[in-house]
């Protein structure tokens, strides 16, 4: 399995290349050069499997071999046994046809660990057989950065430095990342948004020398492996649906477009994925493109639901190259374009096609809570802001057939996000005990402005690398 730049000017490189490279130096991003597709017999045969084995068979797919699935699979139940839940990402029914993917069950309470959980060790394991060390820088916009430092916390091979928007991300957000005390761990409190960390992270990646110095590595949305490691929550939902004899919806409440990409993948795999819908906030970029092919940057609002404070959705640019057949030197001039012009020129026959599959749905912070108040009134079900978008999604968009299950990506805990629930239900959810004293524990964090030089000085001088 061979993985190539959606700008075309990187070499191909293997899963773990992808893994430790993160972003391609052409500024692309990879994608495997061909899709694995399965048959009919071969979904069948996954029915039943614990999580932690079913992801394994999965991801298998996409490593060609290193690693195999015989060693992706005590790597994933390692991954997976910290989790608050027997069935690591259980289905809740909330009416007769809509039902809440829980993938919020691991450490930081958010679906990121999903992802992180599995991307720490297999970090660990690979530069441990290689003998390498490598320096992750990330931006956030909340729930990536504590993740990755959860994911990387104490570990050998690694450290991490994540970058997070001042001011922008939930209390329990910040905690989760600031009270991690180790020495391995640096958190950067930029005065800015999130695009501007995460332009500023992409920048880093871009200073060819800086990033070999420090051996730079991404854990964020953009590395392959963690889309890889988000296909398999949709197989094994779909599958418990019915599966690959009955066709499933998703609607996944979406910010840089990495989950929803995943449920992509699965289709494009060939689980019968009758109907992608992307859930936004008042920041509606992406629901502006798939009514009116209109992709055009506005500044970034905050709002209830942070995680999804984007304007710039990175992984979109794995499903532009798709939508433009693959023509890497099409992608990279719509993607030049988008950024010194502020708006992506899509043309309309890939932005039909897009619109086959894919329909968009933005909701703003009233109607977020009204959601919330909802869900718990009429399902007794108390869901995070975020969730509420996806479940708010769900029933706006009118279905391709009624029959056809719809599962909503329940993408955070509501104990991570207290004040919006607690202002639409009266009810405070409380933090599962693990978590209870993170309001008592100390924090550390810099505050840095949203400058390169300035960012590339402090990881400089954190790497341990660097010092030793
Ligand atoms: C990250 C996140 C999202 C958005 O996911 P993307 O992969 O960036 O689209 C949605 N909800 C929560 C709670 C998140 O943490």
Redesign the pocket.
């Known amino acids: 399995m061979r993985y190539i730049s959606t700008r075309g000017e990187a070499s191909p490189r293997d899963f773990e290349g992808v893994l430790l490279a993160g972003l391609a130096e052409d500024g692309g991003l990879f994608v495997p050069e061909t899709w694995p597709v399965l048959t009919t017999a071969e979904w069948r045969a996954l029915r039943g499997l614990p999580y932690p084995a079913l992801a394994a068979r999965v991801l298998a797919l996409f490593t060609g071999g290193q690693p195999d699935e015989a060693a992706l699979k005590p790597l994933l139940e390692k991954a997976y046994a910290g989790f608050g839940h027997p069935a690591v990402c259980p289905l809740v029914q909330l009416d007769t046809r809509v039902f809440a993917l829980e993938l919020f069950h691991g450490p930081t309470l958010?679906?990121?660990d999903m992802a992180m959980q599995a991307l720490g060790l297999l970090f660990d394991t690979t530069l441990a057989r290689r003998g390498e060390r490598v320096t992750i820088v990330g931006a956030t916009?909340?729930?990536?950065g504590s993740a990755a430092i959860e994911a990387c916390r104490d570990r050998e091979a690694v450290d991490i430095v994540i970058l997070h928007p001042e001011g922008r991300t939930s209390a329990v957000q910040r905690r989760q990342m600031t009270t991690v005390l180790s020495p391995n761990v640096a958190n950067l409190a930029i005065s800015g948004s999130f695009d501007d960390c995460q332009d500023l992270v992409k920048a880093m990646f871009a200073d060819a020398p800086f990033r070999g110095e420090m051996k730079l590595a991404a854990v964020n949305?953009i590395n392959w492996a963690r889309v890889a490691l988000q296909i398999p929550y949709y197989v094994a939902s779909a599958l418990a649906l019915g599966a690959p004899d009955r066709e499933v919806a998703f609607s996944?409440?979406?910010?840089?477009?990495?989950?929803?990409l995943a449920a992509w993948a699965a289709r494009r795999m060939g689980l019968p994925i009758a109907q992608l819908i992307v859930g936004s906030n008042r920041n509606d970029i992406l629901t502006r493109f798939l009514a009116a092919n209109d992709m055009t940057v506005r500044s970034v609002e905050p709002s209830l639901?942070p995680?999804?404070d984007?304007q710039v959705?990175s992984?979109f640019e794995r499903l532009l190259f798709e939508l433009l057949h693959r023509d890497a030197g099409a992608t990279a001039e719509t993607m030049r374009r988008f950024r010194t012009e502020g708006r992506m020129p899509i043309p309309d026959t890939a932005w039909s096609e897009a619109t086959q599959i894919f329909r968009g749905f933005a909701l703003d912070d009233a109607g977020t809570l009204q959601e919330i108040g909802r869900l718990w009134r009429d399902c007794g079900y108390l869901a995070?802001p975020?969730t509420a978008v996806g479940t708010a999604a769900a029933l706006a968009v009118p279905p391709t057939d009624p029959a056809i299950p719809m599962v909503v990506a329940a993408?955070?805990h509501p104990a991570k996000f207290p004040d919006a629930v607690h202002k639409a239900t009266g009810i405070s959810p409380p933090l599962p005990s693990r978590l209870a004293d993170l309001y008592d524990r100390p924090e550390r964090f810099t505050r840095l402005p949203a400058e390169l030089d300035a960012i590339e000085g402090f990881v400089r001088a954190h790497a341990r690398r660097n010092t030793a």
């Open positions: 958010a679906f990121k916009s909340g729930d990536t949305s996944v409440p979406t910010g840089n477009f990495g989950n929803v639901s995680s999804m984007i959705s992984n995070d975020h993408t955070a």
